[in-house]
C-alpha cells in the first residue's frame, strides 16, 4: 500500500512565529511606555500641586524673586541716609525718639542681613520684608513733619477722570515691562493703553515700534490685556501702508502717536498733516493743518535727541492735545487743542519755553508738563505750563529711566501711570499729585515744592507774556466726570539701581 505524499509547511510556521514575536516586542514596548508615561503622569502631577502651592503663595505674600546681599546692604544704607535726613527736619522730641528707634532697627538689620551673607541666604527674603515694614515707617515720618512744615501734602488717588488734586508732586520708581516686539534694533517708539474716558478699550495695550530710520511709523500690535503683553500674544499684527506702496501714503513720522477710543492719531509721514487710523475698519483719514503761522515739521524742531518728534501728540482727562513748534514763534513751544471727530484744531498757547530744549513732554488735566535730560539715568520734569490760566513755571521732580534715551513719554488718565519708551523697552510709572489746599476767595492756592525765588520772578514775567496770547479754552473731551471701569493693574519688574 503506497503512502500519499505529505508536506510540513515549515514556511507559515516560521512566518507565524516571527509574528508571534514581533507582536510579544510590540507590546512589551507599549507596556514599557505605559510606565514611563504613569511615571511622567506621577512626577508632573506633584510638580503641578507643588506649582499649585508656590502660586497660592505669590498671590498672598508677594512674588520671590533671587536676591543679593549686596543690592540688600546697598538699600540699607539708602534707609539710614534717608533716616537721617528726615531726623534733622523733625521738629518734636516725639518724632526725633521714633526716628531713632527706627535707626537703631536698621542698624540691627544690617548686622543681620551681614550675618545671613556668610551663613544662611535662605532667610533673605524675611530681612526684604522688615526692611519694607521700615520703609513704610519713614515714609510716614516724613509725611508727618510734612505735614507739620507746610511742606504741600500728599493725596491719595485721584478720582479717575477727574482733576481733584493740585497737578504732579512726584513720579514714582520705573517699572521695566518687556522689550518692544521687533527687537533690540528698534530703539524708537511708542506705547500705551486708549487714554479715552469711559473707551470700550480700556484694557487695550499698543506698541508702536518705528522702522530703524528711527523716523517712520508703518507696523504695530495690539494686545487685548496686560497679560497678552507679556506673552506676545497679540490680537493681530496691524500695517499703516494698507496696499503695501512704495510710497507709504498712511505711515506716519516720530514717536508722537496716541490711541484714543480705538483710533490712532500721528502725524503724517513727510507732512505737518494729521492723520488719525481705525485698526478695525483699516480706515486711515488725514487733516492739512492750515495755519497762518504752521507747525515745523521733518526734523526741525523735534525733542532733544529724538527725531522727527516734530509734532507730538498727547491725551489727558480733557482730550486730545497736540504740542509743536514754529519758525515765527522761534521753535517756542505750542499747545493746541485736537477735535478726535474732525481733527480741526483750537486757539494756541504759545509758551516760554523751547521745544528742542526738551526731552520730552506730556499732559495731565491740561497742563503741560516738560522733561530735560538730567544725566544718562535720569530726566528732570523742570517745565509746567497750566492752560487753565496760561502760566507756567519751573519745577523739579526726578525721573529715573533705565536707559539713556526717553523716545516717548505719554499719561493715561485711566490708570494714572506714565508710559514711557526708553531705547525700545516699554517702561511706565505711578505717579502721585498734591493734595489740594484750601480756597482763597475761590480759588486754590498752590504751594510749589522746590521752587526757589528766582524762579518765582522768572515765572512772574513768564505769566505776562503768555496771558496776552491766548484765553482759557473749554474742555473738548466727552465723558468728562464720568468714571471709567477700573483697568487690571500691571506688575512688572521694578528697576534698582545699585
Same mark, same amino acid.
Given at each position: 500500500m503506497e503512502i500519499a505524499h505529505t508536506y510540513f509547511p515549515a514556511r507559515s510556521v516560521e512566518r507565524l512565529q516571527s509574528d508571534y514575536y514581533n507582536l510579544t516586542n510590540y507590546l512589551q514596548d507599549q507596556l514599557n511606555m505605559i510606565y514611563n508615561n504613569q511615571a511622567r503622569l506621577s512626577t508632573t502631577k506633584t510638580n503641578l500641586t507643588d506649582l499649585n502651592v508656590r502660586v497660592k503663595y505669590v498671590k498672598a505674600f508677594g512674588t520671590h524673586v533671587d *536676591? #543679593? @546681599?549686596? $543690592? *540688600?546692604?546697598?538699600?540699607?544704607?539708602t534707609v539710614v541716609s534717608l533716616a537721617h535726613n528726615i531726623s534733622k527736619n523733625a521738629t518734636t522730641d516725639a518724632t526725633k525718639e521714633m526716628i531713632s528707634d527706627l535707626i537703631t532697627k536698621i542698624n540691627t538689620m544690617h548686622t543681620v542681613v551681614t550675618t545671613m551673607e556668610k551663613s544662611d541666604k535662605n532667610n533673605i527674603i524675611t530681612a526684604q520684608r522688615e526692611i519694607m515694614a521700615l520703609r513704610q515707617k519713614l515714609q510716614e515720618c516724613e509725611e508727618a513733619i510734612a505735614l507739620s512744615s507746610g511742606t504741600p501734602a500728599v493725596s491719595g488717588p485721584s478720582s479717575i477722570g477727574k482733576c481733584d488734586h493740585d497737578g504732579l508732586l512726584k513720579v514714582g520708581n520705573p517699572q521695566l515691562v518687556k522689550l518692544n516686539w521687533k527687537g533690540m534694533k528698534f530703539k524708537a517708539g511708542s506705547w500705551g493703553k486708549d487714554f479715552a474716558l469711559g473707551t470700550k478699550f480700556k484694557d487695550y495695550y499698543w506698541v508702536f515700534p518705528m522702522n530703524q530710520d528711527e523716523r517712520t511709523l508703518e507696523k504695530y500690535r495690539l494686545y487685548a490685556s496686560f497679560k497678552k503683553l507679556l506673552l506676545y500674544t497679540p490680537i493681530r499684527e496691524y500695517t499703516l501702508n494698507i496696499n503695501s506702496q512704495t510710497v507709504c501714503d498712511g505711515c506716519g513720522q516720530g514717536a508722537g502717536v496716541v490711541f484714543f477710543n480705538g483710533t490712532f492719531f500721528y502725524n503724517c509721514l513727510d507732512s505737518r498733516a494729521l492723520c488719525k487710523a481705525d485698526p478695525f475698519s483699516m480706515r486711515i483719514s488725514r487733516e492739512d493743518l492750515e495755519d497762518p503761522d504752521p507747525a515745523s515739521f521733518n526734523n526741525w524742531f523735534s525733542y532733544q535727541g529724538v527725531k522727527y518728534q516734530d509734532i507730538d501728540l498727547a491725551g489727558d482727562e480733557k482730550g486730545l492735545w497736540m504740542i509743536y513748534a514754529t519758525t515765527m514763534s522761534n521753535g517756542k513751544l505750542v499747545i493746541k487743542k485736537i477735535d478726535p471727530e474732525t481733527l480741526e484744531v483750537g486757539t494756541p498757547w504759545i509758551t516760554s519755553q523751547t521745544k528742542d530744549s526738551l526731552s #520730552?513732554?506730556?499732559?495731565?488735566?491740561? %497742563? *503741560?508738563y516738560g522733561t530735560k535730560r538730567k544725566n544718562s539715568t535720569h530726566d528732570e520734569i523742570h517745565y509746567m505750563y497750566d492752560t487753565s490760566n496760561s502760566r507756567e513755571r519751573n519745577i523739579q521732580i526726578l525721573i529715573e529711566k533705565p536707559l539713556p534715551t526717553v523716545q516717548s513719554l505719554n499719561y493715561n488718565p485711566n490708570d494714572q501711570k506714565l508710559y514711557m519708551f #526708553? !531705547? /525700545?523697552? *516699554? %517702561? @511706565?510709572? !505711578? %505717579?502721585?499729585?498734591?493734595?489740594?489746599?484750601?480756597? $482763597? !476767595? /475761590?480759588e486754590l492756592v498752590v504751594t510749589e515744592?522746590?521752587? !526757589?525765588?528766582a524762579a518765582e520772578e522768572q515765572t512772574g514775567s513768564r505769566e505776562e507774556q503768555s496771558s496776552s496770547v491766548s484765553d482759557q479754552q473749554e474742555d473738548l473731551t466727552s465723558g468728562e466726570g464720568s468714571r471709567a471701569n477700573d483697568d487690571e493693574n500691571p506688575s512688572a519688574l521694578p528697576v534698582v539701581r545699585r
Open positions: *536676591l #543679593n @546681599f549686596q $543690592r *540688600l546692604i546697598s538699600d540699607i544704607h #520730552n513732554s506730556f499732559m495731565i488735566c491740561g %497742563v *503741560l #526708553n !531705547d /525700545g523697552y *516699554l %517702561v @511706565f510709572y !505711578d %505717579v502721585t499729585f498734591r493734595a489740594p489746599t484750601a480756597k $482763597r !476767595d /475761590g515744592k522746590h521752587q !526757589d525765588s
